[in-house]
């Protein structure tokens, strides 16, 4: 034990000796050894006869101790708003004991290429909540999305040109534009992650046996803020429904299904990081997105082109292939914060 520990619990047994209570032993001492708060039980709050009706004020007092304000705030708002919800509904210990099953469910079935937690934040709308929050559209720049869960690290890098997906994965689609900022000047040097399903419905991290990344691939924009790389037309598909969070939909009898898109990560030196995805016209799903991650802005209309030509040119075994356009504009750090700012202040303002 170290010193100032020992000092701590020595402090805490005098005290409990001049004030009659039970004294610390050896459990008390180790806890603070490995870190735990060594909190003056004087100074607390006198917690005790807790209750639906004063149980909430009680643990505003003893967190209020908090010394990271945004945290203190953050906690104060969950507190009251989990105990009202609590007592709003009448929880009952059934109800209470199934949402710690649930959440031990999500949690356990976690893994590098499985996150079940984002997973539930989605299909709850709390991710399309913050990330309009956080990422209020401001055109020209493009607006971002839901981030969900099958994004990896692992991508390949690619140069301009070079196909995301192996061969076979599904009908070709060629993928190029610029990345500008709202001025229309390009952004250069630009990293671009881009990921998709293949024409199963599938990401590759849903393929038992996965090796190496497919589908997926990460590169740059050149000195014009030109990107092009070959992929292929993504389909729609459902939601991870094998775990947890499958069950939950069941139960609430929503369908599990994602229109067709391809996701995008931008990040360049200066601007804020836009996460985002395009999506199909005409796909059956637009309107009814499982994650709540689709934007008019977004969806877009590839060409069919049936030049066989063109498509060896590019670099595919065959024709045809699909072309898709799209550029994306960034907002720099000073417009994205100034936007954010401005956007949650009239968001207050609304409320009140
Ligand atoms: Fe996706």
Same mark, same amino acid.
């Given at each position: 034990?170290?010193?100032?520990?020992?000092?701590?619990?020595?402090?805490?047994?005098?005290?409990?000796?001049?004030t009659?209570e039970?004294?610390?032993?050896?459990?008390?001492?180790?806890?603070?050894?490995?870190?735990?708060?060594?909190i003056d039980p004087a100074l607390l709050p006198r917690l005790r006869d807790l209750?639906?009706?004063n149980i909430?004020e009680n643990v505003h007092a003893i967190?209020s101790?908090?010394?990271?304000?945004?945290?203190?705030?953050?906690?104060?708002?969950?507190?009251?708003?989990?105990?009202?919800?609590?007592?709003?509904?009448?929880?009952?210990?059934?109800?209470?004991?199934?949402?710690?099953?649930?959440?031990?469910?999500?949690?356990?079935?976690?893994?590098?290429?499985?996150?079940?937690?984002?997973?539930?934040?989605?299909?709850?709308?709390?991710?399309? %909540?913050?990330?309009?929050? $956080?990422?209020?559209?401001?055109? /020209? +720049?493009?607006?971002? !999305?839901? *981030?969900?869960?099958?994004?990896?690290?692992?991508?390949?890098?690619?140069?301009?040109?070079?196909?995301?997906?192996?061969?076979?994965?599904?009908?070709?689609?060629?993928?190029?534009?610029?990345?500008?900022?709202?001025?229309?000047?390009?952004?250069?040097?630009?990293?671009?992650?881009?990921?998709?399903?293949?024409?199963?419905?599938?990401?590759?991290?849903?393929?038992?046996?996965?090796?190496?990344?497919?589908?997926?691939?990460?590169?740059?924009?050149?000195?014009?803020?030109?990107?092009?790389?070959?992929?292929?037309?993504?389909?729609?598909?459902?939601?991870?429904?094998?775990?947890?969070?499958?069950? %939950?939909?069941?139960?609430? $009898?929503?369908?599990?299904?994602? /229109? +067709?898109?391809?996701? !995008?990560? *931008?990040?360049?030196?200066?601007?804020?990081?836009?996460?985002?995805?395009?999506?199909?016209?005409?796909?059956?799903?637009?309107?009814?997105?499982?994650?709540?991650?689709?934007?008019?802005?977004?969806?877009?209309?590839?060409?069919?082109?049936?030049?066989?030509?063109?498509?060896?040119?590019?670099?595919?075994?065959?024709?045809?292939?699909?072309?898709?356009?799209?550029?994306?504009?960034?907002?720099?750090?000073?417009?994205?914060?100034?936007?954010?700012?401005?956007?949650?202040?009239?968001?207050?303002?609304?409320?009140?």
């Amino acid at each position: 034990m170290s010193s100032s520990t020992m000092a701590e619990t020595s402090a805490i047994r005098s005290r409990a000796r001049t004030t009659g209570e039970i004294e610390v032993g050896k459990a008390v001492a180790e806890a603070i050894k490995n870190g735990a708060p060594s909190i003056d039980p004087a100074l607390l709050p006198r917690l005790r006869d807790l209750g639906p009706l004063n149980i909430t004020e009680n643990v505003h007092a003893i967190n209020s101790m908090c010394p990271n304000p945004r945290q203190k705030f953050v906690f104060e708002k969950l507190v009251t708003h989990l105990h009202d919800f609590t007592r709003e509904v009448s929880l009952t210990t059934e109800e209470w004991m199934l949402a710690i099953e649930f959440l031990t469910a999500t949690g356990k079935i976690c893994s590098d290429i499985r996150q079940e937690f984002i997973l539930l934040s989605d299909i709850l709308g709390l991710s399309c %909540l913050v990330d309009s929050m $956080n990422h209020p559209s401001m055109p /020209p +720049a493009t607006e971002g !999305t839901v *981030l969900g869960p099958f994004f990896t690290q692992d991508a390949a890098d690619l140069k301009a040109g070079e196909s995301i997906a192996s061969e076979g994965k599904g009908e070709y689609m060629w993928c190029e534009g610029r990345v500008l900022d709202t001025q229309g000047n390009p952004v250069p040097n630009c990293t671009i992650e881009t990921w998709e399903t293949d024409n199963e419905g599938l990401y590759d991290t849903q393929y038992e046996g996965r090796t190496v990344a497919d589908c997926r691939g990460r590169l740059k924009s050149d000195a014009n803020g030109y990107y092009s790389y070959r992929a292929v037309l993504p389909t729609p598909y459902p939601i991870p429904n094998d775990g947890p969070v499958g069950r %939950l939909l069941k139960t609430l $009898n929503r369908h599990v299904f994602r /229109p +067709a898109h391809l996701h !995008t990560m *931008l990040v360049a030196k200066g601007y804020e990081t836009l996460i985002t995805a395009l999506y199909f016209k005409g796909d059956q799903f637009l309107e009814s997105d499982a994650v709540f991650g689709v934007k008019s802005s977004l969806v877009v209309e590839p060409k069919l082109v049936t030049d066989e030509t063109k498509a060896k040119a590019l670099g595919f075994k065959h024709g045809p292939y699909w072309h898709l356009e799209k550029d994306y504009v960034l907002l720099t750090l000073k417009q994205a914060d100034e936007q954010k700012r401005k956007s949650l202040k009239n968001y207050y303002s609304s409320l009140k």
